[in-house]
């Protein structure tokens, strides 16, 4: 049979880990942020290094205001 010390302390040990989880949850979150903004800016500098030489650093410049201006539009038809 289970000896009931073992039980509580998995107990307790379930509800730290809940704890611990939800305290660096936040943490992760931010992580994961990081991480997905470093990959965009990774394959933009090989897009343009490797796609498009010519324009360079102008094509992410227009491609940033074209979806600005895609934003700005698809908001200003959500409010009106």
Do not use: N, Y
């Amino acid at each position: 049979m289970s000896d009931p010390a073992v039980a509580a302390q998995r107990q307790q040990q379930r509800q730290q880990g809940l704890i611990a989880g939800l305290v660096t949850l936040p943490f992760r979150f931010f992580g994961v942020l990081c991480g997905a903004l470093l990959l965009c800016i990774l394959i933009e500098c090989v897009g343009m290094h490797f796609f498009w030489p010519d324009q360079g650093w102008r094509h992410a410049q227009g491609m940033l205001h074209h979806e600005l201006v895609k934003g700005t539009s698809s908001c200003s038809q959500l409010v009106d």
